[in-house]
């Protein structure tokens, strides 16, 4: 048996249930911190937009001149980046 502790991204808290899972068979937790602003998150995201940080990844590599490729390479997942 594996303990994995899960954590809210948005606010860090440890105060996390199970919140069913997607049809896709990816589990969803809900964040009970009632002062976060994140209720539902998944731990692994298909589409890595989703994730938090990458909104402030696009707009400071927008802020600093980058082309739209850049951006869309810059932001991907570094899996899929390749390193
Ligand atoms: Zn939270």
Do not use: T, W
């Not at 808290?13 to 068979?25: E, I, L, M, Q």
């Amino acid at each position: 048996m594996v303990l994995v502790s899960v954590m809210c991204p948005s606010c860090g808290s440890a105060n996390v249930v199970k919140f069913g899972k997607r049809p896709d068979g990816v589990q969803r937790y809900a964040c009970r911190n009632e002062k976060c602003s994140r209720s539902v998150f998944q731990l692994d995201y298909k589409y890595h937009a989703c994730e938090p940080g990458i909104k402030f990844r696009i707009l400071e590599m927008a802020i600093n001149g980058s082309g739209v490729c850049d951006i869309s390479r810059g932001s991907a997942h570094p899996r899929r980046r390749g390193y």
